[in-house]
T-cell receptor
Framework: GQQLNQSPQSMFIQEGEDVSMNCTSS?????WLWYKQDPGEGPVLLIA?????ELTSNGRLTAQFGITRKDSFLNISASIPSDVGIYFC???????????????FGQGTILTVHP | DTAVSQTPKYLVTQMGNDKSIKCEQN?????MYWYKQDSKKFLKIMFS???????INETVPNRFSPKSPDKAHLNLHINSLELGDSAVYFC???????????FGPGTRLTVT
């Protein structure tokens, strides 16, 4: 089945630093999504990417859909303490039309921001 | 108004019991999903319903039975609960292939 490798698994940074994380896949996805999960909460959608090569920003967050459609990255600029959480990439593919929108998730990146 | 809501938030029960988790979305989406998050935070699809019709069943034991009374609701019933069923279960909704999905707050199930 489809697998996503997300890296790094964890990051410890100082407030104000920039952060970068990425996901790579063994197969093509048609949509890439980035989520953030806070403790005890559900994943919250940060950015959605729909076209290969697309670069999208949401405030201090920027994400790109790789040209090969097998990868995506998320950058966070000027991190702040509330950026702490787990960040997930998720890919959505057609898989011959049988997947009907199911998301395949990366393993998550745990972000810790030191004030 | 909460877009995707789940009840209960926490569920503690004993092995062998039967329990249900309810999910409702007010986004007008056609497709709803159940995901399971294990202790290592890995999220995996379980089921998907589109307009009350089962679309995806990802090799989930048949002790798990989703039911969708209408396209705004997708409930998850679990029979004969086992220790390994302990996890956080998330409901999500979306417009289907090619669209983003929105997640509920999760239900933490603990089987003792």
């Amino acid at each position: 089945g489809q697998q996503l490798n997300q890296s790094p698994q964890s990051m410890f940074i100082q407030e104000g630093e920039d952060v970068s994380m990425n996901c790579t896949s063994s197969s093509i996805f048609n949509t890439w999504l980035w989520y953030k999960q806070d403790p005890g909460e559900g994943p919250v959608l940060l950015i959605a990417l729909y076209k290969a090569g697309e670069l999208t920003s949401n405030g201090r967050l920027t994400a790109q859909f790789g040209i090969t459609r097998k990868d995506s990255f998320l950058n966070i600029s000027a991190s702040i303490p509330s950026d702490v959480g787990i960040y997930f990439c998720a890919g959505q593919g057609n898989a011959g039309g049988t997947s009907y929108g199911k998301l395949t998730f990366g393993q998550g990146t745990i972000l810790t921001v030191h004030p | 108004d909460t877009a995707v809501s789940q009840t209960p938030k926490y569920l503690v029960t004993q092995m062998g019991n039967d329990k249900s988790i309810k999910c409702e979305q007010n986004l007008g989406h056609d497709t709803m999903y159940w995901y399971k998050q294990d202790s290592k935070k890995f999220l995996k699809i379980m089921f998907s319903y589109n307009n009350k019709e089962l679309i995806i069943n990802e090799t989930v034991p048949n002790r798990f039975s989703p039911k969708s009374p209408d396209k705004a609701h997708l409930n998850l019933h679990i029979n004969s609960l086992e220790l390994g069923d302990s996890a956080v279960y998330f409901c999500a909704s979306g417009q289907g292939v090619g669209y983003e999905q929105y997640f509920g707050p999760g239900t933490r199930l603990t089987v003792t």
